[in-house]
């Protein structure tokens, strides 16, 4: 499974539809300061789930929407989506190309698709959960991250490990099946 292709529309400093494709293996991305390179990697969290606003660097989750500058307006729509080259079968009962998309509005609606049909957060999260990709995983490690990482406490280095080795999905399976 690799990423195939990102397109980010109305999120952050992103006000035009603006798509990037990738190939496999390894893509370097660089810009001058403040061009929006962070924001990619914002927007790659966002639609696998992130419910941080403060974790994108803002206050509310309606900050990730395109702010207006001097010469244009606000918009009222972020939408980001992602599609994975799911070729080797990597994300199971999934097709050979995955589309996730996040959506969210002024207003606060939201919505995530998941291969264009209407989904749970939660069936976005499950499904990314074990592929190494969650939201919280080790595969994004942001500015400031690698020294958190190391001085973080046993117990939570060992939850990045978990999601690494993908156990955590089966954890909260169990939790949940003890609460109830
Ligand atoms: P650096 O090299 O300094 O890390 P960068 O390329 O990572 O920079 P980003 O942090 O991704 O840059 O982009 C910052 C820019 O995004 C700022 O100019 C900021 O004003 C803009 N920005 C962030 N949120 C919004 C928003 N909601 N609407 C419009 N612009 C935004
Ligand atoms: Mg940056």
Do not use: C, H
Not at 78 to 94: C, H, I, K, R, S
Not at 113 to 126: A, F, P
Not at 149 to 175: C, H
Request: proline residues 3%.
């Amino acid at each position: 499974m690799y990423l195939q292709e990102l397109t980010i529309n109305g999120f952050k400093s992103f006000a035009d539809k603006t798509q990037i494709k990738f190939d496999p293996g390894l893509t370097g991305v660089v810009g001058p300061n403040g061009s929006g390179k962070s924001n990619i990697t914002e927007a790659i969290r966002w639609v696998l789930g992130e419910q941080s606003a403060k974790s994108l660097r803002g206050e509310r989750m309606g900050d990730v929407i395109f702010a207006g500058t001097d010469t244009r307006p606000a918009l009222n729509r972020a939408e980001v989506t992602m599609v994975f080259n799911n070729d080797d079968g990597y994300l199971e009962q999934q097709p050979s190309q995955v589309s996730v998309t996040r959506r969210l509005f002024r207003n606060g609606d939201s919505e995530f698709l998941l291969n264009n049909q209407q989904v749970r957060l939660k069936d976005i999260v499950t499904l990314f959960m074990d592929s190494g990709l969650g939201r919280d995983s080790f595969a994004f490690i942001s500015q400031g991250r690698v020294e958190a990482i190391f001085n973080s406490k046993p117990e939570d280095r060992r939850g990045i490990f978990e999601e690494a080795a993908g156990v955590l999905k089966y954890k909260n399976q169990k939790a949940k099946a003890q609460a109830q």
